[in-house]
């Protein structure tokens, strides 16, 4: 699992210095930003399936008929969702001069929610065979790459490179799915309305909990996007894809063991988790320290130089991120506790807009705004603390 998010991360990275000196970092930034854009309706899309899902795979491996039939209610619910996503997406794009302008490059980042229709990743999961996902969709970006170098020539050309980018996520995800049903050997059947409605409800609490942890993380894009511009953006999205990388290894422990583990969890384990995911959070540091600057002047032509400096910072939620991703995993969700979830992603996100107000009115910069998104994290562990002890006196 922690190979497939390195290959989509390193992927992006390794043809990241040809294609930000071809088509500029404005025409980069304005792909980031679409993209962004573009990720909201993912998550809406998504709804939180996923966790809820992987679990009720893990805990009945071998039930056949119960994995064809959240195949089918999962992917028909997604559907739903992806009509209701495009007519609001028409709607905006109509409404709003920046998106109108740029149609092209907003409508290409948003037909990546075809992807998130078909991509059964909580399946994968659930049955820990990840690998079968991972290799799919390296085989899709390593056929994108030809043709990427082929047509990506100047700025003009940033719709080629979205063009590219999607459909090599489409096609990999509509491959994973026909991979899943056949794995299933169970003919897949339309769900009824009242089961979409069930499920919807069920996942409520982790929808939501997405939706604000995604609004949190693509509003730093939007942010920077309109208050600074869009090479601004190529700027903290080059900080982001370093820290990124190494970070990687240590952010999917947690949900690559879930399934594992969910079912016999005790405090002892958690703790051992917490310590091992720390000191492998210091090393991502410390290589992020040592070998950024090299990447920067390795990647891109362009003055980019703060892009180290913003990767330093972002280097700390190396550690804080995967510790309030144990609270969630191995505490708040098996003793369904899934309100908490949600609660602790409401503080993060008005911390982060508080704390970035404040950070703004004191220096006029990107770094008030990262250190913004690294301060709030470090107010979610606290949080989770807090929440965990209510567990434990009840």
Same mark, same amino acid.
């Given at each position: !699992?922690?190979? /497939?998010? &390195?290959?989509?991360? @390193? =992927?992006?990275? %390794?043809?990241? #210095?040809?294609?930000?000196?071809? +088509?500029?970092?404005?025409?980069?930034?304005?792909?980031?930003?679409?993209?962004?854009?573009?990720?909201?309706?993912?998550?809406?899309?998504?709804?939180?399936?996923?966790?809820?899902?992987?679990?009720?795979?893990?805990?009945?491996?071998?039930?056949?008929?119960?994995?064809?039939?959240?195949?089918?209610?999962?992917?028909?619910?997604?559907?739903?969702?992806?009509?209701?996503?495009?007519?609001?997406?028409?709607?905006?794009v109509?409404?709003?001069?920046?998106?109108?302008?740029?149609?092209?490059?907003?409508?290409?980042?948003?037909?990546?929610?075809?992807?998130?229709?078909?991509?059964p990743?909580?399946?994968?999961?659930?049955?820990?065979? !990840?690998?079968? /996902?991972? &290799?799919?969709?390296? @085989? =899709?970006?390593? %056929?994108?790459? #030809?043709?990427i170098?082929?047509? +990506?020539?100047?700025?003009?050309?940033?719709?080629?490179?979205?063009?590219?980018?999607?459909?090599?996520?489409?096609?990999?995800?509509?491959?994973?799915?026909?991979?899943?049903?056949?794995?299933?050997?169970?003919?897949?059947?339309?769900?009824?309305?009242?089961?979409?409605?069930?499920?919807?409800?069920?996942?409520?609490?982790?929808?939501?909990?997405g939706?604000?942890?995604?609004?949190?993380?693509?509003?730093?894009?939007?942010?920077?996007?309109?208050?600074?511009?869009?090479?601004?953006?190529?700027?903290?999205?080059?900080?982001?894809?370093?820290?990124?990388?190494?970070?990687?290894?240590?952010?999917?422990?947690?949900?690559?063991?879930?399934?594992?583990?969910?079912?016999?969890?005790?405090?002892?384990?958690?703790?051992?988790?917490?310590?091992?995911?720390?000191?492998?959070?210091?090393?991502?540091?410390?290589?992020?320290?040592?070998?950024?600057?090299?990447?920067?002047?390795?990647?891109?032509?362009?003055?980019?130089?703060?892009?180290?400096?913003?990767?330093?910072l972002?280097?700390?939620?190396?550690?804080?991120?995967?510790i309030?991703?144990?609270y969630?995993?191995?505490?708040?969700?098996?003793?369904?506790?899934?309100?908490?979830?949600?609660?602790?992603?409401?503080?993060?996100?008005?911390?982060?807009?508080?704390?970035?107000?404040?950070?703004?009115?004191?220096?006029?910069?990107?770094?008030?705004?990262?250190?913004?998104?690294?301060?709030?994290?470090?107010?979610?562990?606290?949080y989770?603390?807090?929440?965990?002890?209510?567990?434990?006196?009840?």
């Amino acid at each position: !699992m922690t190979s /497939l998010q &390195i290959i989509n991360s @390193f =992927f992006y990275l %390794l043809i990241y #210095p040809f294609v930000i000196n071809q +088509v500029g970092a404005e025409s980069f930034g304005l792909f980031v930003f679409a993209s962004s854009i573009a990720a909201y309706f993912a998550v809406f899309i998504n709804f939180g399936f996923d966790i809820h899902t992987a679990k009720l795979i893990s805990t009945e491996p071998n039930n056949k008929k119960l994995h064809s039939s959240l195949l089918s209610l999962i992917t028909v619910s997604k559907i739903f969702l992806a009509l209701i996503s495009t007519l609001l997406f028409c709607i905006i794009v109509f409404c709003l001069p920046t998106l109108n302008s740029n149609w092209k490059i907003f409508s290409l980042c948003f037909a990546n929610i075809m992807s998130c229709v078909f991509l059964p990743t909580w399946y994968f999961h659930g049955i820990q065979k !990840m690998k079968i /996902l991972t &290799i799919t969709q390296l @085989f =899709f970006k390593a %056929l994108s790459l #030809p043709a990427i170098y082929l047509f +990506v020539k100047d700025k003009t050309d940033i719709e080629w490179y979205a063009f590219f980018v999607i459909s090599s996520n489409i096609l990999s995800s509509v491959t994973a799915f026909f991979l899943a049903s056949h794995l299933i050997r169970i003919r897949l059947t339309p769900p009824s309305i009242s089961d979409i409605k069930l499920i919807l409800h069920e996942v409520q609490p982790f929808f939501w909990s997405g939706a604000v942890s995604t609004f949190k993380q693509r509003s730093i894009e939007i942010i920077i996007g309109s208050m600074f511009g869009m090479r601004e953006v190529a700027i903290y999205d080059l900080a982001n894809k370093i820290f990124s990388v190494p970070s990687l290894v240590v952010s999917n422990i947690n949900s690559a063991i879930f399934p594992a583990l969910v079912k016999n969890i005790n405090h002892n384990t958690i703790k051992m988790i917490i310590k091992a995911e720390t000191f492998v959070g210091l090393l991502c540091i410390i290589s992020i320290a040592l070998l950024g600057d090299w990447i920067v002047d390795l990647v891109s032509t362009h003055n980019m130089r703060d892009s180290y400096y913003l990767s330093i910072l972002l280097s700390l939620n190396v550690i804080t991120y995967p510790i309030v991703s144990s609270y969630i995993y191995f505490i708040f969700v098996p003793h369904k506790k899934y309100d908490f979830v949600l609660k602790n992603q409401i503080i993060s996100l008005f911390s982060f807009f508080l704390l970035c107000s404040i950070y703004l009115l004191l220096s006029w910069s990107i770094f008030s705004i990262v250190f913004a998104l690294v301060s709030s994290a470090a107010l979610e562990i606290l949080y989770c603390i807090y929440l965990t002890r209510k567990i434990n006196n009840h």
